[in-house]
């Protein structure tokens, strides 16, 4: 009879210690379990993608820069592309720009026009960049639409007098800026009626590096 019981009692302690030790396993198990996903989602956040830079120092440093050419006005221009300017008032219609000789024979001359009335401030400045930039050729066979803040290039008869026919879409007082000085080609502006538009506020400038066609000095003081 003891022999019986005493595999009993040896096997009821075997089945006691398995318990024992599966206990903290399963309990550890589900530690790991419970702490796996928090380390997850920390690993996510920390990869989470660096926020880009703020552009807003460029923006600031390009507003400064404008600020400071502002400042400076048309100074920043060693050789200014144009050598005189006037107001003409103008009412919306078709107008005659006539140029009746041609003092040194220029073959072209840049011209700019510029809405007075307008947001711009410095119009000098501004006509500088117009006239050093692109612009588009007329002949004199063919009609152009002054726009303002455009600038044209007028091809012209190297040999006498030239004309040319433009547009005035919106009426108002615009400051005209050519590339040589008015004087040399009798320059003047008549309207629809014929009747000369007249300028106000003619100003000469210095400073212009260009030099007129055939080996001609630019010299206004060379009239002796």
Same mark, same amino acid.
């Given at each position: 009879?003891?022999?019986?019981?005493?595999?009993?009692?040896?096997?009821?302690?075997?089945?006691?210690?398995?318990?024992?030790?599966?206990?903290?396993?399963?309990?550890?198990?589900?530690?790991?379990?419970?702490?796996?996903?928090?380390?997850?989602?920390?690993?996510v956040?920390?990869?989470?993608?660096?926020?880009?830079?703020?552009?807003?120092?460029?923006?600031?440093?390009?507003?400064?820069?404008?600020?400071? $050419?502002?400042?400076?006005?048309? !100074?920043?221009?060693?050789? %200014?592309?144009?050598?005189? *300017?006037? #107001? =003409?008032? @103008?009412?919306?219609?078709?107008?005659?720009?006539?140029?009746?000789?041609?003092?040194?024979?220029?073959?072209s001359?840049?011209?700019?026009?510029?809405?007075?009335?307008?947001?711009?401030?410095?119009?000098?400045?501004h006509?500088?960049?117009?006239?050093?930039?692109?612009?588009?050729?007329?002949?004199?066979?063919?009609?152009? $639409?002054?726009?303002?803040?455009? !600038?044209?290039?007028?091809? %012209?008869?190297?040999?006498? *007098?030239s #004309? =040319?026919? @433009?547009?005035?879409?919106?009426?108002?007082?615009?400051?005209?800026f050519?590339?040589?000085?008015?004087?040399?080609?009798?320059?003047?502006?008549?309207?629809?009626?014929?009747?000369?538009?007249?300028?106000?506020?003619?100003?000469?400038?210095?400073?212009?590096?260009?030099?007129h066609?055939?080996?001609?000095?630019?010299?206004?003081?060379?009239?002796?």
């Amino acid at each position: 009879m003891m022999r019986k019981i005493r595999p009993i009692i040896v096997s009821s302690f075997v089945a006691v210690a398995l318990v024992a030790c599966n206990q903290p396993t399963e309990e550890v198990d589900q530690e790991v379990e419970q702490i796996e996903p928090e380390k997850l989602n920390d690993e996510v956040e920390d990869e989470e993608p660096e926020p880009e830079e703020s552009e807003q120092p460029v923006e600031e440093e390009k507003e400064e820069e404008e600020k400071k $050419e502002g400042d400076e006005g048309i !100074g920043h221009h060693h050789d %200014l592309p144009y050598e005189w *300017s006037g #107001s =003409f008032e @103008f009412k919306e219609g078709t107008y005659t720009l006539e140029l009746p000789k041609n003092e040194f024979g220029d073959e072209s001359m840049l011209i700019a026009f510029i809405l007075e009335n307008s947001n711009i401030t410095d119009l000098e400045h501004h006509a500088a960049h117009i006239l050093e930039a692109d612009v588009d050729d007329v002949s004199q066979s063919s009609a152009f $639409e002054a726009m303002s803040e455009y !600038g044209y290039n007028l091809i %012209l008869n190297s040999n006498g *007098s030239s #004309s =040319f026919t @433009f547009t005035i879409a919106t009426s108002g007082i615009y400051k005209i800026f050519t590339e040589h000085v008015a004087e040399e080609f009798d320059l003047s502006i008549v309207n629809e009626a014929s009747e000369v538009v007249q300028v106000e506020n003619p100003q000469e400038y210095e400073g212009h590096g260009h030099s007129h066609g055939h080996d001609h000095d630019h010299d206004h003081d060379e009239d002796e």
